[in-house]
């Protein structure tokens, strides 16, 4: 039987859909599976693509015809071809113009912009969902989307990425001590620092809790363009909150906090929300997206945007004991009924093999 050949494509490589596909390089490799992925140079390293046992071909997150031609002779000899994201799917679209070789997209997230740029990014969607042989949405709205988009074919997608795993040995209490909060609470968001993440309200939350004795510290992990802004925002108003930059780490520091907050503007299957629950943190989140089928009843859902109700409800979880149990509890019997990497793994082949026979 000949040696099916894959090739995964990245685009900008948030964290999410990079270990996604981290986890499903391996998962297809054990399997028999060709697998290269192509994405940004920095990626390679980050996430070991080449000690998952895939082959590596660095495609820079740009459209012009050198970016489209690298990504064009990698997919050459491609069975099927799975792109990650919209830029993703665009750019793999434009490589594989004129070829026989069937496109899988996965939606992970969605894009956030208004006017002209929102048309322009709904008419990017349009382009990938139609090229597609299949889009898998993440969530039940972005399934609904794709649909909209004009998909073929859409269907709820098979993601898991592996379980955070801390350093042996890593003490919660040394965690605390590293970011400063020994005698208080801890509460930590994870996530880039742009708009969307909703990192304004969590200061202006930040701004009640200054309230509480002990008074909470707010960590967030991250970098990204509004880090200027958050800072002198933090300064000026003399928040409880420290920027601690991007950390690879997450699996000491996350259960060393007594909250987790997840205040986005939209998410699908929010790392930060599945590393939560699996260790039982209990979260806070905004009832967005797909949150809300993510987590079930295993977490505080607020309104997004509303400093009040993300205030009033980390002000009562922490005063609530028992309540914090009953989450942590309710986290890991949810975690348990997200798809396992190996059932990721057999679906998404089932699929390729389908698109293959049928092309």
């Known amino acids: 039987m000949t040696q099916l050949r894959t090739v995964q494509v990245l685009g900008g490589g948030s964290a999410g859909s990079s270990a996604h596909v981290r986890s499903l390089a391996a998962g297809l490799v054990a399997r028999g599976v060709r697998v290269t992925v192509c994405a940004p140079a920095d990626l390679k390293h980050l996430y070991d693509f080449p000690g998952?046992?895939?082959?590596?071909?660095?495609?820079?997150?740009?459209?012009?015809?050198?970016?489209?031609?690298?990504?064009?002779?990698?997919?050459?000899?491609?069975?099927?071809?799975?792109?990650?994201?919209?830029?993703?799917?665009?750019?793999?679209?434009?490589?594989?113009?004129?070829?026989?070789?069937?496109?899988?997209?996965?939606?992970?997230?969605?894009?956030?912009?208004?006017?002209?740029?929102?048309?322009?990014?709904?008419?990017?969607?349009?382009?990938?969902?139609?090229?597609?042989?299949?889009?898998?949405?993440?969530?039940?709205?972005?399934?609904?989307?794709?649909?909209?988009?004009?998909?073929?074919?859409?269907?709820?997608?098979?993601?898991?990425?592996?379980?955070?795993?801390?350093?042996?040995?890593?003490?919660?209490?040394?965690?605390?001590?590293?970011?400063?909060?020994?005698?208080?609470?801890?509460?930590?968001?994870?996530?880039?620092?742009?708009?969307?993440?909703?990192?304004?309200?969590?200061?202006?939350?930040?701004?009640?809790?200054?309230?509480?004795?002990?008074?909470?510290?707010?960590?967030?992990?991250?970098?990204?363009?509004?880090?200027?802004?958050?800072?002198?925002?933090?300064?000026?108003?003399?928040?409880?909150?420290?920027?601690?930059?991007r950390r690879d780490d997450i699996g000491d520091l996350l259960p060393a906090a007594d909250v987790a907050l997840l205040p986005s503007r939209w998410e699908a299957r929010s790392l930060l929300a599945q590393e939560a629950l699996r260790l039982g943190v209990p979260l806070v989140a905004t009832a967005v997206g797909g949150i809300p089928e993510l987590v079930g009843d295993a977490a505080e859902l607020v309104p997004y945007g509303d400093a009040a109700a993300l205030a009033d409800a980390v002000a009562r979880l922490l005063a609530d004991e028992g309540r914090r149990g009953e989450l942590a509890a309710a986290g890991r019997v949810q975690a348990g009924t997200w798809p396992t990497e190996d059932e990721t793994i057999a679906q998404v082949l089932s699929v390729y093999d389908e698109v293959v026979a049928g092309r």
């Open 52 to 245: 998952a046992g895939a082959h590596f071909a660095a495609v820079p997150r740009r459209s012009d015809p050198a970016a489209i031609g690298a990504l064009r002779a990698a997919c050459a000899k491609a069975d099927v071809v799975h792109a990650h994201g919209l830029h993703a799917a665009v750019r793999a679209t434009l490589a594989l113009s004129g070829q026989r070789v069937p496109l899988v997209v996965t939606w992970h997230t969605r894009s956030h912009a208004e006017g002209a740029r929102g048309q322009a990014l709904r008419l990017l969607e349009r382009r990938a969902a139609r090229a597609a042989a299949v889009v898998f949405g993440t969530c039940s709205e972005l399934v609904d989307r794709a649909r909209r988009r004009g998909a073929r074919d859409a269907r709820l997608a098979p993601v898991a990425v592996p379980a955070p795993r801390g350093r042996p040995g890593r003490a919660e209490d040394k965690s605390r001590a590293e970011l400063g909060a020994v005698d208080r609470p801890l509460l930590m968001a994870v996530g880039s620092l742009v708009p969307h993440r909703g990192y304004g309200t969590l200061l202006d939350a930040a701004r009640l809790w200054r309230g509480l004795d002990p008074m909470p510290l707010v960590v967030i992990a991250g970098e990204g363009r509004e880090r200027g802004a958050l800072q002198r925002r933090i300064e000026t108003e003399g928040l409880p909150v420290r920027l601690v930059g």
